[in-house]
């Protein structure tokens, strides 16, 4: 929105519009002096933090690469314990055939066994026989034995004959059966010794692939752990590197937005330092003006004493009268907020303004050339108010009314203030619609702004004249 002075302001030559949407500064009798765009801020984002994303990044590469290495290894002891689990498996797999043919042969033991013992039974009888026919012989070598065990009777006859006859089938009944009781021990025996052997040795193949199985088990979950912290480090570094990228990136962005800002500022600096010398030029032109009113009443008058002069002014011709004295009223907010907007555009100088109008304020502020005339806040106030107020924001908050209305109820002329370091430090005019009118720093102009975005530290309001 473009804001304007006066038509007898006009009249003077030089008169400023600020336009605070478009940030642009016109001359109303000259060229415009466009602003860049005032540039959206951005993270600040350091050097250091840029450079310790590097190293973490690298960290964690580090550590990736060293997992990978150990897995690696890990992989390499694992294939190790397979194969021996695998040579454990052929021992067990030997030793159970092994086992099988101890089996085997223990069956045919003791059908050897069986067998044996059919023969020892055998040769106890022939044995059992023989002393049967022996004892009724009367005798074990008597001859009726002899008749009654021998294949061919006619040949014992002859008595040598008889005689040998005998002895040979009571040797060999006897030997028979110790033979055939010999054999069926050892035959048991030996089977019995086989199975025992290869069960023991079936039992230690047993136990070694076991031992092999937990090893690898072991080594498998090894493995895992490894590879659970490799992938865990994986995501840490892809992390790492996201985090890298979007601070480089932001870097950039914040590299490019100082550039911006300084060129900004710079433009603002010099539109500003136009901006001083047109209201310089305007407020001694409304000096000029006064001084010829006044001179020219002085001549009407017959003379007179002469008025102040360099730091403060008769009012205006367009200000018209203050608010007067008496209690508030509506219509006198309405009038202390018109006559502040006269002054839209002017610089803000330290301790500058009174009722009367800008002035230097002796010259105090550090970024206005000495003479510039323009108001500080309390200054403003006390213009727009036409009040002899003392010139300190912290004093009018309880000097200029006693009424402290709440944001909900306030009216045009109201004066709202800002706390800074602890004391009432700003103090703006309430010109209706969530916006009021300040001088607000050295280097800035009166301007309108939104009373929530002033500044931080909103002490209260006060209605003058309560």
């Given amino acids: 929105m473009h804001l304007r002075r006066t038509a007898a302001r006009r009249v003077i030559g030089v008169t400023l519009a600020l336009t605070s949407v478009t940030g642009v500064l016109v001359g109303v009798s000259g060229p415009a002096a466009a602003l860049p765009p005032k540039p959206k801020p951005v993270p600040k984002v350091t050097q250091g933090q840029v450079n310790a994303a590097h190293a973490a990044q690298d960290a964690v590469a580090t550590t990736v690469g060293r997992l990978g290495a150990q897995v690696a290894q890990e992989q390499s002891e694992l294939d190790a314990s397979r194969g021996r689990e695998e040579l454990a498996e052929q021992r067990v797999a030997l030793a159970i ?17 069986r067998a044996a013992n059919q023969r020892v039974v055998t040769a106890h009888r022939n044995f059992v026989a023989y002393v049967q026919a022996s004892y009724a012989d009367g005798q074990v070598t008597g001859t ?9 009777p006619t040949a014992l006859v002859d008595r040598n004959t008889l005689e040998q006859y005998e002895e040979a089938s009571q040797i060999n009944a006897i030997s028979a ?23 023991a040795k079936a039992a230690v193949a047993k136990a070694a692939v076991a031992a092999a199985h937990r090893e690898v088990a072991a080594e498998q979950i090894q493995q895992q752990q490894l590879q659970a912290a490799q992938n865990t480090a994986r995501t840490q570094l892809t992390a790492a590197q996201e985090q890298l990228a979007t601070l480089t990136h932001q870097r950039g962005l914040y590299l490019t937005y100082v550039a911006q800002q300084r060129a900004y500022q710079q433009a603002v600096a010099r539109a500003a330092a136009e901006a001083r010398a047109a209201a310089a030029a305007r407020a001694r032109a409304i000096a000029e003006q006064a001084a010829a009113r006044r001179q020219q ?35 006198k907010g309405r009038l202390a907020v018109k006559r502040a907007k006269e002054w ?28 510039t005339v323009g108001f500080d806040c309390s200054g403003l106030v006390l213009f727009a108010w036409d009040r002899g107020w003392t ?22 002329g109201d004066l709202l203030f800002w706390k800074e370091d602890g004391g009432i430090g700003h103090v703006a005019i309430y010109i209706g619609g969530g916006d009021v009118i300040q001088a607000p720093q050295s280097g800035d102009v009166v301007k309108i702004t939104p009373w929530r975005q002033v500044q931080p530290g909103y002490a209260g309001a006060t209605r003058p004249l309560t």
Wanted: proline share 8%.
């Fill in 391 to 412: 010139h300190q924001a912290a004093v009018q908050h309880h000097q200029a009314g006693s009424y402290h209305p709440s944001p909900s109820h306030f009216k045009p």
């Fill in 97 to 113: 055939s092994q086992l099988e043919d101890a089996k085997t042969a223990a069956e045919a033991a003791q059908a050897r066994v």
């Fill in 177 to 199: 059966m110790q033979a055939a009781t010999v054999a069926r021990s050892n035959a048991d025996a030996a089977a019995r010794r086989a199975v025992q052997d290869k069960t």
């Fill in 144 to 152: 009726t034995g002899s008749l009654l065990t021998a294949q061919d």
């Fill in 297 to 331: 009443r002085h001549h009407h008058s017959g003379g007179g004493g002469g008025g102040g002069g360099g730091s403060s002014y008769s009012p205006p011709v367009s200000s018209g009268p203050g608010p007067g004295g008496g209690g508030w009223t509506a219509a």
């Fill in 344 to 371: 839209l555009g002017t610089p803000y100088i330290w301790a500058g303004g009174n009722k009367y109008g800008p002035t230097t304020g002796g010259c105090s502020d550090p970024v206005a050339p000495c003479g």
